[in-house]
T-cell receptor, first 110, second 114 residues
């Protein structure tokens, strides 16, 4: 099943913070985060593994709560370049299938 | 340059006419996969391959075939395309080593089936 992302869309002013949530109904081994700009391919942000947390970028970080099967992506002091659609992808325990959520559209305005 | 290439980038075809979308990577990656992207539905995995001659179904495999005869290539075959397969398709690859790693996506193929 696809993980559920929330919110579906968010509008921020430059400098504001945002949190994007991702939850799954199955036990997870890893959570992936990607950003896609309009008309382009998705680009990797970070992976969070069971038992650990990885920070991929200075102002973009994420957490992974294994017990709740949830992950959150934190964007601080947003910049115009942060605009795009953010996807979380999940890999279940013992699986090699990567399942993406429906995405969260983030718009940063001046 | 390390990359995933897809061809063609754009394709308009008619119902029932067999087509193949090619995907190639030059990073010696073990894991390759195909996704389709439709508005409001996100990225849905069609098939994936852990290595040569090893493929498995993703979430939406109906109407598609794949093969992995060489490590670098992972073509997507539509034997009898239908209008509901009109979509944006992405191929991706990653270095596996027993787990699903960072996905490197190709530029996408926009397919229209009339």
């Amino acid at each position: 099943q696809q993980p559920v992302q929330s919110p579906q869309a968010v509008i921020l002013r430059e400098g504001e913070d945002a949190v994007i949530n991702c939850s799954s109904s199955k036990a997870l081994y890893s959570v992936h985060w990607y950003r896609q700009k309009h008309g382009e391919a998705p680009v990797f942000l970070m992976i969070l593994l069971k038992g650990g947390e990885q920070k991929g970028h200075e102002k973009i970080s994420a957490s992974f709560n294994e017990k709740k099967q949830q992950s959150s992506l934190y964007l601080t002091a947003s910049q115009l370049s942060y605009s795009g659609t953010y996807f979380c992808g999940t890999v279940g325990a013992g699986s090699y299938q990567l399942t993406f959520g429906k995405g969260t559209k983030l718009s940063v305005i001046p | 340059e390390a990359q995933v290439t897809q061809n063609p980038r754009y394709l308009i075809t008619v119902t029932g006419k067999k087509l193949t979308v090619t995907c190639s990577q030059n990073m010696n990656h073990e894991y390759m996969s195909w996704y389709r992207q439709d508005p409001g539905l996100g990225l849905r995995q069609i098939y994936y391959s852990m290595n040569v001659e090893v493929t498995d179904k993703g979430d939406v495999p109906e109407g598609y075939k794949v093969s992995r005869k060489e490590k670098r290539n992972f073509p997507l075959i539509l034997e009898s395309p239908s209008p509901n397969q009109t979509s944006l398709y992405f191929c991706a690859s990653s270095l596996s080593r027993g787990a699903v790693g960072t996905q490197y996506f190709g530029p996408g193929t926009r397919l229209t089936v009339l």
